[in-house]
């Protein structure tokens, strides 16, 4: 198959393992981000099989109307970014594996290296220290903070046992039913949404699509740390910034952006001291590529075979294009 690979920002897939699945198959590579339509039209009007990396390119329905020989996407997690009835209608299957069981540990790392981070205050101490200043401010100790947990997944759970291991009492409020796990792994249930964000010092965001209500933030403690390496739509536009103005919570440290690749030099919490900012590399580790492309590449092999996996739109398998 003609299989072309989106967004591969430092051309690591080629590097990968895993790449050796797609020896069969005619491969092009884009390193760049294109969200052009006319652009992506151009670039993929002879593409049969689509390999997305996460969330980083809309694929809506102008675009797949114009890419006429295309036949799969094949991608991971979940496709928010994808118009799926629109391929349906068009016979194009997309294949998207949830991966069961199998939390994202490069996330986890992530969430957790913001939080050292940003309870040390290591870029300010780091930025001192390269400006021939000395020590910058007075951190701050996990051991025997409140570490709340919203949601309680995979990667929750992940983030849970890190808080543990640091000696930090762990808090979690999500379903019920992720409530009575997280109390089965000897973690405390929070009496509501509320309590939970009154009562933490720490408190890192892991659900998909139910954000936290804003009465519950504003709860925050005047010195509390928000995390966020989820999804930006569980915060508003614009009101994370607006609390930290307000100082409540203190600190925020945030992976994730409501439009990506963030260019703006200007978006608040890049110039705000009390935040910190990365260009959402949660999963963006050889490891993490590793595991996730195994199963793209499997997928791109499973439809040239002619038995398709991981089919979000099964309905259109009996008249794939």
């Not at 967004?7 to 005619?26: K, V």
């Not at 890190?162 to 000897?186: E, T």
């Not at 999963?283 to 075979?305: G, K, L, M, P, S």
Request: proline share 6%.
């Amino acid at each position: 198959m003609r299989v072309s690979i989106l967004d591969d920002y430092f051309d690591t897939l080629r590097t990968l393992p895993c790449y050796a699945a797609l020896a069969g198959h005619a491969v092009t590579v884009w390193t760049d981000h294109v969200q052009d339509t006319d652009a992506l039209a151009a670039r993929l009007r002879a593409c049969e099989a689509l390999v997305l990396i996460r969330e980083r390119t809309q694929i809506r329905a102008p675009l797949l109307e114009r890419l006429p020989r295309l036949r799969l996407i094949s991608q991971r997690s979940v496709y928010p970014h994808i118009d799926v009835a629109a391929c349906t209608r068009l016979g194009v299957v997309v294949s998207s594996s949830q991966h069961p069981g199998a939390p994202s540990y490069a996330t986890a790392e992530l969430t957790w290296g913001l939080i050292l981070a940003a309870a040390r205050q290591l870029p300010r101490q780091v930025a001192s220290l390269r400006e021939g200043g000395w020590q910058a401010g007075v951190g701050t100790t996990l051991r025997g903070q409140t570490l709340g947990v919203f949601g309680y997944g995979r990667i929750g759970a992940v983030v849970a046992g890190y808080g543990r291991a640091f000696g930090m009492p762990v808090l979690v409020w999500a379903r019920a039913a992720s409530r009575a796990r997280a109390v089965a792994d000897g973690h405390a249930a929070a009496a509501s949404q509320a309590a939970l964000f009154g009562d933490a010092d720490v408190v890192s965001l892991h659900l998909r699509l139910v954000p936290p209500s804003a009465t519950a933030r504003a709860r925050m403690k005047p010195y509390a740390l928000l995390v966020n390496t989820s999804r930006a739509a569980l915060i508003e536009p614009g009101a994370l910034a607006a609390a930290l103005r307000d100082g409540r919570p203190g600190r925020a440290a945030v992976d994730v952006y409501e439009e990506e690749p963030l260019r703006d030099t200007g978006y608040p919490l890049l110039a705000m001291d009390n935040a910190l900012c990365t260009p959402h590399i949660g999963y963006v580790t050889r490891e993490e590529y590793e595991v996730q492309f195994r199963d793209v590449f499997e997928q791109i092999n499973a439809y040239a075979a002619g038995a398709p996996i991981n089919v979000v739109n099964p309905e259109v398998v009996p008249r794939v294009r």
